[in-house]
């Protein structure tokens, strides 16, 4: 696996790949390319066996539209270089989305598993003072969400910080997404990156010049994938393709071994086990194998990383079978591993796009936050009543009843999950639509850099109208 810093240099490189499908000057796409800032803290915190002290970032990389937007990972492994990288992709997927952020990113380097989850809380809070008081987390200017290693726990004990050092600020649950809902956050966040890698992947079997070239056949149904990472997104994009889509699900590698089932393996019972032992050893749903990586390299239809980045690169990416490779992760390929990919057939949808899901519904849990008002609270009566008088209508001209079961689905109307869901199934469709008609009428080779060449062109188009 390379280095964090081949990462963000892996990331500049896809960027100057595209670049030559865009007419903006170099001094504009220098402005676009480079991090803005990057922040960096060393802070100490008083815990039981003594003061410990802790380093983490936070990098804007782009703001051509406030807030700034990214999630905060806790990693052991983390570094500056890292994080300015995935700032940068946060910028790009924002714009390719068409959400009104800029791109931010941050990280703690912590193993979270060596503390409980008491100091896990006090650590946090500690870091989210820090960031709070310099305004790199605030409502209006930049909004963390969770990443590897954190989810809703972190991020309502980061809202809750921000409430007490602004009591008054009658939008500070707005400062950080991903929350609990009981605290403010938005049912369907938690799932939401799992879910578009689903609803992306649905839109790529829609566009049968996409999948027969790369010798796939019609529909998911069937469809043989391996899986790497089973955390928030890894685990939510299996359930879903398996449950809702029929998928097999044939390997799931974690970091400490792989479970692997010809048959496909039962995604939740598999979840059920590892939560309680923290391994597959000895999971009844498949067999264990300790050489987790390898099976990166395994046939399979779809291939999806769901951990880190640079897990494929020039030393594995000749050996990979997968037709279709589907980014949950961020940067999971690197540059020259994504040519030795392209150059196989091997069809990529890239992070910017795939892992699109968990900004999407950030997005629309910020937004719930400043209108301080459920979505579909005001028009669901209205649209109920609406139905029934509808019903009513074509009940008396056909003198015919209708089945109830319809009655009942149009009555009932849409719940706040339905809204969002249907929100991000909305964007994530437009986003690949509009990525791969770029892809054909500009000539590009493939979905990641027509997908980097909208996003660039739409960023240069912002900084445009503000006069740079
Ligand atoms: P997570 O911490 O919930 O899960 C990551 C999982 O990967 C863990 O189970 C971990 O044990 C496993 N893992 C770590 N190293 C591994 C290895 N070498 N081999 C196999 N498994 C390994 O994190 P997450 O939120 O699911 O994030 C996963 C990826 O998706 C990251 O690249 C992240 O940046 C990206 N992402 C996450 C979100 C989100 O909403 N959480 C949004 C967009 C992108």
Same mark, same amino acid.
């Given at each position: 696996m390379l280095a964090n810093k081949d990462f963000l240099n892996s990331t500049n490189k896809l960027f100057d790949k595209a670049i030559q499908y865009t007419d903006i000057s170099p001094g504009l796409a220098k402005r676009i390319k480079v991090c803005n800032s990057t922040y960096t803290i060393n802070f100490g915190v008083k815990l039981k066996d003594g003061i410990h002290t802790f380093t983490g970032w936070r990098s804007v990389h782009s703001e051509h539209f406030e807030p700034a937007k990214g999630g905060i990972r806790y990693d052991i492994a983390s570094s500056q270089k890292e994080v300015e990288a995935l700032a940068a992709l946060m910028t790009y997927k924002c714009a390719i989305i068409e959400v009104p952020f800029g791109g931010s990113k941050g990280a703690l380097?912590? %193993?979270?598993? %060596?503390?409980t989850e008491a100091e896990i809380e006090k650590i946090t809070r500690r870091f989210a003072q820090e960031l709070i008081k310099r305004d790199l987390i605030n409502p209006a200017q930049n909004v963390p969400a969770p990443d590897v290693g954190t989810g809703a726990k972190e991020m309502s004990w980061i809202a809750d910080e921000y409430r007490r050092i602004f009591p008054t600020d009658i939008n500070a649950l707005a400062c950080v997404t991903g929350k609990p809902p009981q605290k403010?956050?938005?049912?369907g966040r938690s799932e939401a990156t799992g879910r578009g890698v689903q609803y992306i992947i649905r839109e790529f079997f829609r566009h049968k010049d996409d999948y027969q070239p790369v010798g796939l056949k019609d529909g998911l149904a069937g469809k043989n994938i391996a899986i790497q990472g089973f955390g928030n997104v890894g685990f939510h994009a299996a359930k879903f393709l398996q449950e809702e889509d029929d998928c097999k699900i044939i390997c799931i590698m974690e970091h400490n071994g792989a479970l692997l089932n010809p048959k496909g393996i039962n995604v939740q019972a598999a979840k059920n086990f590892y939560m309680q032992k923290g391994t597959f050893d000895g999971c009844s749903e498949g067999v264990f194998k300790e050489d987790s990586a390898s099976f990166l390299c395994m046939k399979c239809d779809i291939l999806i990383p769901a951990a880190l980045e640079n897990v494929i690169d020039m030393s594995n990416a000749p050996d990979i079978q997968a037709k279709l490779i589907v980014e949950a992760a961020n940067g999971p390929i690197s540059f020259e591993a994504d040519e030795i990919l392209l150059k196989k057939n091997i069809a990529i949808i890239p992070d910017i796009m795939a892992n699109a899901g968990g900004v999407a519904v950030s997005y629309f849990e910020w937004v719930r936050n400043l209108r301080h008002i459920r979505f579909g609270r005001l028009e669901k009566r209205r649209n109920a009543y609406q139905f029934e008088t509808l019903i009513a209508a074509i009940e008396t001209m056909t003198g015919k009843q209708m089945p109830e079961k319809f009655k009942d689905q149009l009555i009932e109307g849409s719940s706040e999950i339905d809204l969002v869901r249907s929100g991000l199934d909305d964007m994530i469709r437009e986003a690949y639509q509009k990525v791969r008609l770029a892809k054909i009428e500009n000539s590009i080779p493939d979905l990641r850099t027509a997908a980097y060449k909208i996003a660039i062109d739409r960023i240069a188009i912002s900084y445009d109208s503000i006069g740079l």
């Open positions: 380097k912590i %193993n979270p598993k %060596n503390w403010g956050g938005l049912v």
